[in-house]
């Protein structure tokens, strides 16, 4: 199997800025590499913290955006005005199930909850063979050494195998990270993990 061409990458990120610049920077520079490479950039829809910075900052180097955004937040006017197109979904779920199925891979940057939730979800149906599209974090300022460490620790615990562990690519720069998720392949193992043996 060759590594699959990206065309469409889904963004996951947060609606606030956070509190160090060096995010609002990070963002701005993933959304000009995904520009640069001429794909289309899929994302939670709204002009709130950095998915705002991001949007425009691919817009800005010519690219393409498509935003993805739930009917409650578009009616809260959280729509970004300057997208290529938009889609308005009826909730939540739908509204991350409709990224996945237009996205060839995925990047978290920083965030709360729901990034976290979306990196995690996306990386689990990869894990299940529900879908196989690569998932990448962008480690601005090391926020994601954390979760490293966690994927680690569920590893050594025996709840994890290491293929999987390393199913979320984790790099501090855009343009690597980019290259990685071109070039991933999945892991050819099953999440399954056979039980020690039982002292008698």
Request: hydrophobic share 45%.
């Amino acid at each position: 199997m060759s590594a699959a061409a990206l065309s469409c990458v889904a963004v996951f990120c947060g609606s606030n800025r956070g509190s160090a610049p060096e995010h609002a920077q990070a963002a701005a520079e993933l959304g000009r590499a995904i520009a640069r490479r001429g794909c289309t950039l899929v994302y939670g829809g709204t002009h709130k913290g950095l998915m705002g910075v991001l949007a425009d900052a691919a817009l800005a180097e010519g690219g393409p955006v498509l935003g993805v955004i739930s009917q409650r937040l578009h009616d809260r006017g959280h729509l970004h005005p300057g997208l290529t197109r938009h889609e308005v979904t009826p909730d939540l779920r739908s509204r991350k199930a409709r990224m996945a199925a237009l996205a060839d891979a995925f990047i978290a940057l920083p965030g709360g909850l729901g990034t976290l939730e979306e990196l995690l979800e996306a990386a689990t149906l990869t894990q299940l063979g529900d879908e196989v599209k690569a998932c990448g974090a962008l480690d601005v300022r090391g926020f994601y050494q954390p979760l490293k460490a966690l994927l680690s620790k569920a590893t050594d615990e025996g709840f994890l195998k290491p293929e999987h562990r390393d199913l979320i690519l984790i790099d501090a720069h855009p343009e690597r990270l980019l290259d990685a998720l071109q070039a991933w392949m999945p892991p050819a193992v099953s999440k399954w993990i056979e039980p020690p043996p039982v002292d008698r």
